[in-house]
């Protein structure tokens, strides 16, 4: 049986971050604002399901969107929760039918978890809306400042470095 490991820890912010030029501290601040503009997107979207499901519901339900069938431990790796939270987490997604749980005929301790078609639908009208969303928003910037955008985005993300926010470990197929 696959033992859970704790995610990799976010890097954490300096306790005394060094002093910082005026400029710096309003590029910061501007970036505060946006991540703020993009939570609100990402927690609205889910207004779309009509309190159907929670937000850590929903988090599984998008993990499993991600990997596909995948072994319990594996999706409480990716979401940084013990294995016994997953097993809450997914007791009540299977009894709403928007989970399946199976085994792996190898290994049968290995409980694997799957989106149902139920849980597609979910995954989909809430990416639907987070889509339309952020295309109403970037459509009433001014197309100068579009172009702009990916580019300084992209860099951003680079920035952060490769995987920041996303599942704790590459995706290893059953």
Do not use: C, N
């Amino acid at each position: 049986m696959e033992k859970s490991r704790a995610p990799a820890p976010f890097p954490s912010a300096a306790a005394d971050p060094p002093a910082v030029s005026p400029e710096f501290a309003e590029q910061v601040q501007a970036l505060q604002a946006a991540t703020r503009v993009l939570t609100g997107v990402a927690l609205h979207s889910l207004d779309v399901l009509d309190g159907v499901i929670t937000l850590p519901q929903f988090r599984m339900l998008a993990v499993l969107a991600e990997l596909g069938r995948t072994r319990s431990a594996r999706v409480a790796r990716a979401l940084g929760l013990d294995a016994s939270t997953v097993t809450r987490l997914a007791d009540r997604l299977v009894a709403a039918g928007h989970v399946a749980r199976g085994s792996d005929p190898r290994h049968r301790s290995v409980v694997t978890l799957d989106l149902t078609p139920s849980g597609q639908r979910l995954v989909s009208a809430v990416s639907g809306w987070r889509q339309r969303e952020l295309s109403r928003i970037v459509a009433s910037l001014p197309p100068a400042t579009r172009a702009e955008l990916v580019s300084l985005l992209d860099q951003l993300v680079t920035a952060a470095g490769e995987g920041y926010g996303l599942a704790a470990a590459p995706v290893v197929p059953l």
